[in-house]
């Protein structure tokens, strides 16, 4: 990543002329920026491009289908220049060496989700959360996701795949999540959306939390 920051931007507007100020501003504070469907429907895959003059993209398409179909995605993610694709487990091995296949080819990343941020993250995530990040482990992925408001979850995925693989944990200002505790937790970056471009000023708002987890 970019800067050694440990800061993650999730782009989520919906307006590519937002969308641009915004990583321009922030970009010196920001190691990555991570973009959804929101934005790529709204403004077409090229705005992946467009972004990744300012930051590496992260991919935030959290892919589950079958194993060619989650290559075709990957490759086509990559072709248009991001660096990473966030991927679900859920959908099994065969599916997730697809994408991780699909990545290496490229020289990119592939993070897979194990526990989402929200509330309801927990009803069928957590049963199956360690598995997923052992397979995570198992299949030369870079790295997972795992939840920022529940601290204590990352420091028990960070027990299953140990330094080998990295952790991105979202939900860090408007869910409730502090950035210095799910660093302390085990996390490596953190993932900050609304807290930063709904802010007055992002640039104010992503210099603070790079602060935050310096102190």
């Known amino acids: 990543m970019k800067n050694n920051t440990k800061l993650i931007l999730a782009l989520d507007v919906t ?22 469907y929101p934005l790529v429907l709204a403004t077409g895959l090229g705005i992946v491009k467009d ?65 989402m941020s929200h509330p309801g993250g927990v009803e069928f995530f957590r049963p199956v959360a360690e598995s997923i990040a052992k397979m995570a482990l198992d299949s030369g992925a870079s790295g997972v996701v795992a939840p920022a408001t529940r601290p204590e979850r990352v420091s028990e995925i960070r027990g299953i795949i140990g330094s080998e693989l990295s952790i991105i944990s979202p939900g860090v200002g408007a869910q409730g999540g502090s950035a210095a505790d799910v660093i302390n937790a085990g996390a490596d970056w953190v993932i900050v959306g609304r807290s930063i471009y709904q802010a007055d000023s992002p640039k104010d708002a992503a210099a603070e939390i790079v602060a935050q987890m310096r102190d």
């Open 51 to 115: 972004l990744a003059k300012y930051a590496p993209i992260i991919a935030d398409f959290k892919v589950a289908d079958i194993p060619n179909t989650d290559r075709l995605i990957c490759e086509q993610v990559f072709k248009a220049g991001a660096d990473a694709v966030i991927v679900h487990g859920f959908t099994g091995q065969d599916s997730l060496d697809a994408c991780v296949d699909a990545a290496q080819a490229s020289g990119k990343d592939i993070y897979v989700v194990t526990e």
């Open 15 to 36: 307006d590519k002329e937002s969308a641009l100020r915004i990583a321009q501003d922030v970009h010196e504070y920001v190691d990555a920026i991570k973009v959804g």
